[in-house]
């Protein structure tokens, strides 16, 4: 038999020059029992092409994948910790906690004018003398000291005001 | 968590100063040198003070007129015989780290032994603070008044005549 027909074809399919029904001639050609030897070295090649259009999925493709989809994955007990479940109260008390300390700390600042005499802790006082006599005597030595130094700074300033114009006279 | 609590820490130490100078330098000096003494007349003592001028007695020679005890709150005098220049240094680094509160009356030189600073708001003096340095006693003598020292007040304090006219 002459097998010219089917060799010009190979080497038009090696040029890439078939055409799609020539390509179906050489697939029908070399998937028949008899075939030469000396072109039994392409038969693989137009074979797997036939073998891979025959592959398709099977009857239980679908429910494999249905079962793959609706598979429940177990659920790992994981413990929770005391603080863990406490922690969005713990966030809420810091929120306000912040809230309220700066809020306590601008209005103290806004009210430092109009409370200047209650930024002394009075009530920690305690007195040294039970003698309001002698509570006088102190306070009459303290008011004399404070006096003198207030006489004696007064001086001081004015001395220190005094020296520019000393020295301007001398020059 | 950290964060939250480095912001409390803030926020509380906006406003931390809530005592008279003599309590904070008793805190920061009582501890190192026990010889510290503080005499102190507080608001309720000052109150039966003026309750027992204003009440009749002929016997008593007022050396302070009534107007500055009326003017005052508080008074407290703290001395010291011992390391009294160390202390008297201290003290001044003590009105120096708190100069927003405490401004100097008049304008202060370095190695003056006498210092005078002030507490003031609207005009009123709140808090006046004497500092006496006595180098031949080597005493110290803090003076701490509280009140409302007006203008009046300290005219008559700085005129040297503390007797009643």
């Known amino acids: 038999m002459d097998y010219k027909y089917i060799e010009q074809l190979l080497e038009r399919y090696w040029q890439c020059e078939t055409s799609l029904e020539e390509e179906a001639i050489l697939k029908t050609f070399f998937n028949q029992t008899h075939i030469p030897s000396h072109l039994m070295p392409y038969k693989p090649l137009f074979v797997s092409e036939k073998m891979w259009q025959d592959v398709k999925l099977g009857e239980d493709f ?45 209005q103290s600042s806004f009210r430092r004018e109009a409370t200047v005499e209650n930024d002394y802790n009075y009530e920690n ?14 306070i009459s030595d303290a008011l004399q000291m404070v006096s003198q130094s207030l006489s004696e700074a007064s001086k001081q300033d004015s001395l220190l005001q005094m020296q520019p114009k000393e020295t301007q006279k001398e020059q | 968590m950290k964060r939250v609590l480095c912001l409390l820490l803030i926020a509380c130490s ?3 100063w809530g005592q008279d100078f003599a309590s904070k330098f008793m805190e920061q000096c009582a501890k190192e040198d026990g010889d510290i003494q503080c005499q102190t007349v507080s608001p309720i ?8 001028m204003t009440a009749p007695n002929g016997d008593r020679d ?30 001044e680094q003590l ?9 100097p009356l008049v304008e202060n030189q370095p190695g003056q032994n006498n210092k005078v600073f002030v507490r003031k708001h609207d005009e009123v003096i709140r808090e006046l603070v004497v500092l006496n340095l006595n180098p031949d006693e080597k005493t110290l003598t803090i003076v701490n008044l509280t009140g409302d020292m007006d203008d009046r007040f300290m005219k008559i304090l700085s005129s040297g005549k503390l007797k009643q006219d």
């Open chain 2, 45 to 52: 003592m000052m109150e039966k003070l003026m309750d027992t």
């Open chain 1, 62 to 106: 679908d429910a494999r994948i249905m079962a793959h989809i609706e598979k429940d994955e177990p659920v790992k007990a994981r413990r929770i910790t005391w603080v863990r479940r406490m922690m969005p109260l713990y966030k809420a008390a810091a929120s306000v906690a912040i809230i309220l300390t700066l809020g306590n700390a601008a």
């Open chain 2, 14 to 16: 906006i406003h931390v």
């Open chain 2, 62 to 91: 007022e050396e302070v007129p009534e107007y500055l005890l009326s003017k005052l709150k508080s008074a407290r005098i703290i001395t010291a015989t011992k390391q009294s220049e160390k202390l008297f240094r201290e003290a």
């Open chain 1, 125 to 138: 006082y305690q007195d040294s003398y039970n003698d309001p006599e002698m509570a006088y005597n102190q």
């Open chain 2, 95 to 103: 009105i120096e780290k708190n100069k927003n509160r405490f401004s």
